[in-house]
């Protein structure tokens, strides 16, 4: 990937398709999708469950490979790189959140916090220091050595965004980030990416089926049948 090239976009998807065969049947998950999104943008995504935005957040991840159409990341094909080279892309210039907050229960906070760091070879110093920065901003420093089951559930979301905003990436998926909280820790959690945003540059597509939340994000797209409506 040439990073000396400067590209309009940060992500695309050009005439992104996903279909799946199921029981001999052909399933169109998502269909002709064309997205844009520019440095520092904040994208939302709403749609019923199994409208494709998974999908689309996997394929946007190189978690997945289209059946037609690319995803450009900083104008590079990702279907043409190799799997340690998207591996690479996922351990330092995408974040990754899910749902299910996906923590390991042995680990403290900060050690959550810190593996992605570990994996992607930081040394011990400046571990420590991206560590406790990504904690910060979450504002969950006071809590680094409780386990998940020690922390709320809007705790344990905040956790596991500062796992997936501890390298710095330049662009942040979220699926659901909210779909298991409150609407006060959910409308926090979208304020903690509008602000993440606004401050570093991060562009940051999150999915959510609450439409209250919608307000809080640069631009919203509604997918409904695998079709960006």
Do not use: C, W
Request: proline share 3%; no cysteine.
């Amino acid at each position: 990937m040439n990073k000396n090239i400067s590209v309009p976009y940060i992500i695309q998807a050009l005439d992104l398709s996903r279909n799946y065969e199921l029981r001999g049947e052909t399933i169109n998950a998502l269909s002709g999708i064309d997205l844009s999104v520019s440095t520092g943008e904040f994208v939302t995504f709403v749609g019923r469950s199994g409208s494709g935005k998974t999908t689309l957040l996997n394929l946007l991840a190189g978690l997945d490979l289209p059946t037609r159409g690319q995803v450009l990341f900083n104008g590079s094909d990702m279907a043409k790189l190799s799997e340690e080279e998207k591996l690479e892309l996922r351990r330092k210039k995408i974040g990754i959140i899910f749902q299910s907050f996906s923590l390991l229960p042995l680990l403290s906070a900060y050690e959550n916090v810190e593996l992605p760091l570990r994996i992607a070879g930081v040394n011990a110093h400046n571990r420590e220091q991206m560590t406790m920065e990504a904690m910060d901003i979450v504002q969950l420093s006071h809590r680094s050595k409780h386990r998940p089951y020690e922390l709320s559930g809007g705790e344990q979301q905040r956790i596991a965004i500062a796992r997936a905003i501890a390298t710095k990436p330049d662009v942040i998926l979220a699926d659901e980030p909210t779909g298991e909280l409150d609407s006060t820790n959910a409308e926090n959690i979208f304020g903690l990416f509008k602000l993440m945003v606004e401050r570093d540059g991060m562009s940051i597509l999150a999915t959510t089926h609450d439409r209250a939340l919608l307000d809080l994000s640069h631009k919203v797209y509604q997918i409904s049948n695998g079709k960006l409506v």
